[in-house]
């Protein structure tokens, strides 16, 4: 099986070239990915905690889903897809903003990218892929912002950042 593409980029989020993801991962290099951020008629998030074998961040707790577009697929057609993927639905999303972060890992990765923030709501179960997600969870905003003062170790670093800085677009 070929490894999966990345979108590499330039800061104005225009496409640069294709790289394969280990790589990008391991040179730093900024690239396109998505977020996506599921809200109930409660307005609690959709959590999910990431499997144990991931290559980083493992067994952390994050936003929905997230990945990486695919060359020629819009953010919202890639935050469908991957919803079905990993959380086995799908339900309309909106884009609310996108921004740039880096982030290293100790082993030596690094996640450099121009992440699209989508946001869509959902009430039902998710029915998980357990190659990609441990475990799920409906939480208030409240009650991330406080977990994540308390535990930071818990959630992913993006989680983190989006979080701190972009709260303001987390509403359905």
């Known amino acids: 099986m070929e490894e999966e593409q ?58 929905t889903c997230c990945s990486h577009q695919r060359d020629g697929e819009s953010s919202l057609e890639a935050g469908k897809r991957r919803l079905q993927e990993e959380m086995g639905f799908t339900t309309p999303l909106r884009e609310t ?31 998980i892929n357990k190659d990609e997600v441990a475990a799920w969870k409906w939480m208030s905003l409240e009650d991330i912002k406080e977990d994540i003062i308390q535990n930071p170790n818990r959630y992913t670093e993006w989680f983190k950042i989006i979080f701190d800085k972009f709260y303001q677009h987390l509403t359905v």
């Open 97 to 127: 903003t996108s921004f740039i972060y880096k982030a290293p890992f100790d082993n030596g990765l690094t996640e450099h990218e121009y992440d699209h923030i989508l946001v869509g709501e959902y009430n039902d179960a998710p029915i």
């Open 6 to 63: 990345v979108i590499l980029v330039n800061e104005k989020d225009e496409q640069i070239g294709l790289m394969p993801k280990l790589e990008a991962h391991q040179k730093a290099l900024l690239h396109r990915a998505f977020s996506v951020f599921i809200f109930n008629d409660a307005n609690e998030l959709m959590l999910q905690q990431r499997a144990m074998h991931k290559y980083h961040s493992p067994g952390l707790w994050t936003n």
